[in-house]
């Protein structure tokens, strides 16, 4: 069984840096894309960063470009979402997933979530 799960969130002050690793166990993800996406309290889950497989693409949603960097270590079956400059708005739970693309559809195995909360 495949098994996805993230790992490195906590509670940071703004402007301060988190970095979220994912792990892939079950099924190497070398040949699949990742991506991150977020849940704010009362809000949608939103799309945040993706990666193809091959980790030579990288696509971010507009609110964290120039903040956050997405990788991968595909010899490890890892993937990270480093986070710099946090913002409390930036406060969600932070979820990995199997896929790539930036709608919630074009993903097939999710993690189960790891909470980032941002205090001002």
């Known amino acids: 069984q495949v098994h996805v799960e993230e790992s490195g969130g906590g509670l940071v002050q703004a402007g301060g840096s988190l970095r979220l690793s994912c792990a892939v166990s079950g099924e190497s993800f070398s040949a699949f894309g990742m991506g991150w996406f977020r849940r704010a309290p009362g809000k949608e889950r939103e799309f945040v960063a993706t990666i193809n497989w091959t980790g030579e693409t990288v696509w971010y949603a507009d609110s964290v470009k120039g903040r956050f960097t997405i990788s991968r270590d595909n010899a490890k079956d890892t993937g990270a979402l480093q986070m710099n400059s946090l913002k409390p708005e930036d406060t969600a739970v932070y979820y990995c997933?199997?896929?790539?693309?930036?709608?919630?559809?074009?993903?097939?195995?999710w993690g189960q979530g790891t909470q980032v909360t941002v205090s001002s």
């Open positions: 997933a199997r896929g790539y693309g930036d709608r919630s559809v074009d993903y097939d195995l």
